[in-house]
């Protein structure tokens, strides 16, 4: 299953979750998230690009958010309990 990264569309109405983007596993053919499922406030999805494994994307993105590690780490486990 792809990965996708969403984050938050309206940062200042954004919790910490999508502020900062998160990952989700979805089939191909769901939907594309439209809300975060957390907070409920628009989200937009992160192109990726395709064939990227789970930890080079999560390194890319943590590389591209420098300085939200810590963040990142709490989010990322929060959204593994999901699955
Ligand atoms: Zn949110």
């Not at 499922?37 to 080079?56: D, E, F, M, N």
């Amino acid at each position: 299953m792809p990965l996708y990264v969403y984050e938050a569309r309206e940062k200042d109405r954004s919790c910490a979750k999508c502020r900062d983007g998160f990952e989700i596993m979805q089939r191909l053919d769901e939907a594309r998230l439209d809300h975060c499922p957390y907070c409920r406030s628009p989200v937009i999805r992160v192109i990726q690009a395709p064939g990227l494994t789970h930890s080079k994307t999560d390194l890319h993105y943590r590389a591209k958010r420098a300085g939200f590690h810590t963040l990142k780490k709490v989010q990322k486990g929060e959204y593994e309990k999901l699955y």
